[in-house]
Structure formats: C-alpha cells, structure tokens
C-alpha cells in the first residue's frame, strides 16, 4: 500500500468513528481504500444523503484535530470474535450490540490465525493496516457521493449504504481534484452524448442497450472506416457472423458455463421447451440440464472467437495460408448488474472491432508485433500518447486456466517479448489472463488523467486445440494454429464514450458528425446558401443549412455549443464574389474566403485526417 492509499485508508476509520458519534447504531462492514478515494459500507436505518454530508465531515475534522493515534494490536481469532460479540468491534462501545459484519468476516477466517485490529480513539475495527501515524496525519479531506452496494457484493446479502469519499495530504491538492472533477463533469459522455445528440439509452429497449443516432452512428461509421483502411494494407479479411449460436459451441470453447454468470440466459427451442414441459421439467431441473449438456439451447453470442474458429476451419488450410487474419465488427452481449451500467462505457450489448489471426508458431512473434502496431496507430490518430501496457499472465496454481503449462510458457513469453518492444511501461499482473491464454491491455490516461482500458491483443494456445484445428504443414503432416486475438478499439461503445469526453465532444473533423453549418444571413440568401452546401457535399464533407429565423448571432452560438468545426456565414457581400465568411472552432473569425478554394481546403483537411 502506497503513502496515499495508507492515508485514504486512515480517513475511512475517521469517516466510521464520526458515523458512530452520529448514528451510534450504525454497523460498519467493509472500508478499503480505491483508486478514486475510499468508501465504507455501512447499515443504518437514517437514508444518508449529500446533505448530510456537512454534518459528517465536521465530526472528521474534529477527529483530525484530536490527533488520535493509530494503534495496532495482534489477537486470536477467538478473543476477535469476543470483542465482535461485546459490540467492541468498529463500534464506540457501551451498547453492547453484536458488530455483525464483522463477526461474519471473521466466521470466514480460519482457526487458530492471529486477528490484526487497529484503534483510533475509541474506534477498533479488523485491519491489516498500514495507517498513518495519527489522524493529525490526514490532510484534507471530503466526502463525495452514497450509493447502494449488496454486503460482499451478493445481492442475496442485505443492501448496504457505501459512503464514498477523497482525501490528500494537503488541501491545495485537494481542490486541484475539485477542479478536475467539474473538468470532468463537464466532459461527461452521457451529458454530452445527450447534448450533441450522439447516442440514446431508453428504458423500454433495455438499460445498457445503446441506440446510435445518426450523428453517433457518423462518428462510429468514420471509426469503422479508419480502421477498415488499415485491416486491408495488412491483408485482413472481412467476415459476418449471426448474434445467436448454439450452446454446444459455447461449451467446446469454455466461455459456456465458464463465464456464465457475465452470460445471458441460454435460449431454448420452443419443441424442446414443450417436450420438457410434458416430462414435468421445472425451471431449476432445466437449468441443470443446460449446465450439464444434457438439453440443448442457444446463447447471445458473448465472443467472436467461436466462429471465426468455424469459418478457418470450414475449409483446408494450409502452411502457405497462413497467416489467415478474419475480422469484424461483430456485436455481443453481456449480462451486467444494473448497478455497474455507465452511459457507453459499461454496456449490456456492444459491437467490438474484432480480429482473430491463425498463425504457425514461427509467425507469432511478427503478427503479435503487427497487432501492437495496430493499436500504436490507433492510438496516434487521436493523440492518445499517454498510455501504459499491462501483461496478464496466469496465476501459478489456479485451477482458472485451461491447457499445457508448456504452451503457456511459450504464449507469456511471446507476450512479454513483444511488451518489451513498445517503449513504454508495462506491469506484469498475475491472475489476469484470459481462461484461454496471457494478454497485453493498453491502459490509456486522458487529457484530464483518468485511464480507460482499451486496446487489447491475447495469444492463445488453447482454443485451436479444444476445436482440434490444424493446418498442412511442409512435411505434409497436420500442425496445430497459434490463434492472436486482437481489438484495438476495444469496443466501439466504449471507445466513442472515451473519445466524447477526451475531445469533449469537439470532434476533430474529419470524425465530426457535422463538418461544416452555413448560416444565411437571411432567407433572402437561401439560394447561395443552398448552392454552398451542395458544393461542401459533393466534395465529401457534411455540412446542413440552419434554415432558422434566429439572428446571425444566436445561429453562430448554437453552433458554438454544437461543437461544429466550421461555421460559413453567407450574405450579399458572398453570394456576388462567390465566396464565404469563415469562423472555425479553434481559431475564430477568419475571413473572406473564395467558394472553391475553401471547399477543396476543407477536403484536404478531411483527408489528412488533422486533430
């Protein structure tokens, strides 16, 4: 634990004991510190809100200046349960009352283990520690949102109040956070998403269902379109798969049951609902029967991978084929709680920018550098220069992981060679590899600091087998494939969500849902104003009219806040010298300008792709 998570960690037993002078009932369970800060779950029948949240944060400062000491103690298991039993554990004492969260997270802990507890005041609580020296250590501090969170994260436990809040070692740096978080706000892709009129989410579709509007559905199609460019300099081929396969192929792969819980429901033919009905087959006996294979269903696709194993191995291959590169933009579908649903970036149904390549094992290593060069240029594109690689390799001894340890060997080091080669600092993460195989994610920070996971490239040993595809090699024998996964976007859900609040919504233009808006000075240069726009769209470029009867300014500030890249006053002045009145977004008023040649500038610019 860093010096600033030992200080957050130390701010959340303030924020429990200041909750205990308030709500003496109050009963505490979990109080880590996280990335954003740190958070306790508590059970309290008084509903906290943000208006609370004044009240609570003097009692904390009271506690900071009392300066009490972190004490750290060493118990049994059996005198921590004593003290859980007195009402003595993350309590204030005197009630007596059983700390029943605690006592359950310490029925969980093995007998005969020591139990560490830390005192502050008249405050103990479970903790493996580190804390800061005293509470006088904390620096400044501030509480920031409440939100609901099931006990451990099982919706079958009792709901709990999570109280979530930020703290640093000095207030300075405190309000350099307040600023971002309102820089934040106000790049929030929901807003703008709903502002700019990007995207939609409607109930009566489904939480976590996007619907792209036309203006979304610009930005996502010129994504597609960048990246098409690219897949066919490097001899990739297109393909198309349905939304819906069979369960049986699901379980061949493993993504059946072993990623279930993320899975929709399967999906059962209505012949065999009706003969199962017939046999008396309940709901419950139907779902063991799907687990165990015994009835047979469909799944919302969850992967690609799947079938575009059944497209390479729908035909002979070859050594001399190899590599076969099959990509596409294919949706799928995960089930995620409600609770974790975020505007674009966490999604029930997304579309990713998909590719699986079947390589001999001594193409691995260039196709693996071709992928992370892929990436490299996506990230370029958008000035994305700021990034990490993380290495998900498997967790010695965990039972998560199919295959032979000796391809495993031999995928992580293909893995890590080709981390080494990008330049930038990557961090090898036990435990987070794929079930089939390592993976390389790239970690990006934007223009105001936040990372965003994106990119992704993984090697996979294990898939070509459990589907036992093979290859002719050159002694005329079979050989097994190395299959690469590989998204450089991701997802196009998440990456658009990304790119609104890292451009806050002010698109470069070439990717712009709207290029170019003409505002006629009146109707009475409705003509002119129509013969621009057609010259603007017969070059390429998206430009509207606004047809309105506001006045020029109120026309030029809507566009403004449109975020429109170029905005072409017309009037009578234009409309005789055939030429336009330029204001563009990043530098203003620019002046006069000849039709044509303006035109074709613009063209250029679209095609360089500028930011």
């Not at 969980?108 to 020591?114: C, D, F, L, S, T």
């Amino acid at each position: 634990m860093n010096d600033l998570e030992k200080l957050r960690h130390s701010c959340a037993h303030v924020l429990a004991e200041a909750m205990l002078r308030i709500w003496p009932e109050a009963q505490f369970a979990a109080g880590p510190p996280v990335e954003q800060g740190f958070y306790y779950d508590v059970d309290l029948s008084h509903r906290v809100s943000p208006e609370d949240f004044p009240k609570i944060e003097a009692e904390m400062a009271k506690i900071v200046a009392e300066d009490q000491k972190f004490e750290r103690s060493v118990v049994s298991r059996a005198d921590a349960m004593e003290l859980g039993r007195a009402g003595k554990l993350a309590a204030l004492g005197g009630r007596g009352v059983p700390s029943r969260y605690k006592l359950d997270i310490l029925e969980g802990i093995p007998e005969g283990e020591e139990i560490s507890l830390y005192r502050n005041g008249a405050f103990t609580d479970l903790c493996a520690g580190p804390h800061v020296d005293s509470t006088g250590r904390i620096g400044a501090f501030a509480l920031t949102a409440v939100a609901s969170a099931y006990y451990k994260g099982d919706e079958k436990n009792p709901q709990l109040q999570r109280i979530y809040g930020i703290a640093f070692p000095t207030a300075g740096e405190l309000e350099k956070w307040r600023v971002m978080q309102e820089e934040a706000r106000q790049r929030d892709h929901r807003k703008l998403g709903r502002e700019l009129q990007l995207f939609h989410v409607d109930e009566t579709v489904g939480a976590g269902l996007i619907l792209w509007t036309p203006k979304g559905a610009i930005v996502r199609q010129e994504l597609q379109n960048f990246i098409s460019e690219e897949l066919r300099r490097q001899g990739y081929e297109q393909v198309f798969t349905p939304h819906i396969g069979r369960l049986e192929l699901y379980r061949t792969s493993g993504h059946y049951p072993y990623y279930s819980d993320s899975q929709y429901p399967p999906l059962v033919e209505r012949e065999t609902l009706h003969r199962l009905a017939e046999e008396g087959c309940s709901c419950a006996d139907l779902a063991a029967r799907l687990e165990k294979g015994e009835a047979e269903g469909y799944l919302l696709k969850p992967m690609n991978c799947p079938m575009h194993i059944k497209i390479f191995d729908s035909q002979p291959r070859s050594y001399r084929d190899l590599p076969v590169r099959l990509a596409e933009f294919g949706t799928v579908y995960r089930w995620e709680q409600s609770g974790e649903l975020n505007g674009m970036t966490r999604v029930r149904g997304f579309t990713q920018d998909d590719a699986h390549l079947f390589v001999t094992e001594d193409q691995m290593a260039a196709e693996i550098q071709g992928c992370l060069d892929l990436v490299k240029k996506v990230f370029g594109a958008f000035d994305m220069k700021d990034y990490r690689v993380r290495l998900g390799l498997r967790e010695p001894g965990s039972d998560k992981y199919v295959g032979r340890a000796g391809d495993w060997d031999r995928a992580e080091a293909a893995c890590r060679d080709a981390a080494k080669t990008l330049g930038v600092p990557y961090t090898e993460e036990p435990g987070e590899a794929a079930f089939y195989g390592p993976k390389i994610d790239f970690v990006v920070r934007d223009v105001i600091g936040r990372e965003w996971q994106l990119g992704t490239v993984q090697v996979d040993f294990q898939l070509p087998e459990r589907f036992d595809l093979h290859y002719t090699g050159p002694d005329n024998k079979p050989h097994r494939p190395v299959m690469i996964h590989r998204a450089p976007f991701g997802s196009m859900e998440r990456f658009v969500g990304v790119l609104i609040e890292h451009f806050a919504g002010a698109f470069p233009l070439w990717l712009a849902p709207e290029q170019v808006r003409i505002l006629p000075v009146s109707d009475k240069f409705a003509d002119y104003a129509a013969e621009v726009v057609a010259a603007f769209r017969a070059a390429g470029v998206r430009a509207v009219v606004d047809t309105s009867q506001d006045k020029l300014g109120a026309k030029i500030r809507l566009a403004q806040i449109n975020k429109v890249p170029y905005m072409i006053v017309v009037g009578g002045k234009e409309a005789e010298s055939r030429q336009v009145s330029v204001r563009s977004r990043k530098a203003g008023d620019e002046g006069s300008k000849p039709l044509e040649e303006f035109v074709e500038r613009i063209k250029q610019e679209i095609g360089e792709r500028l930011l």
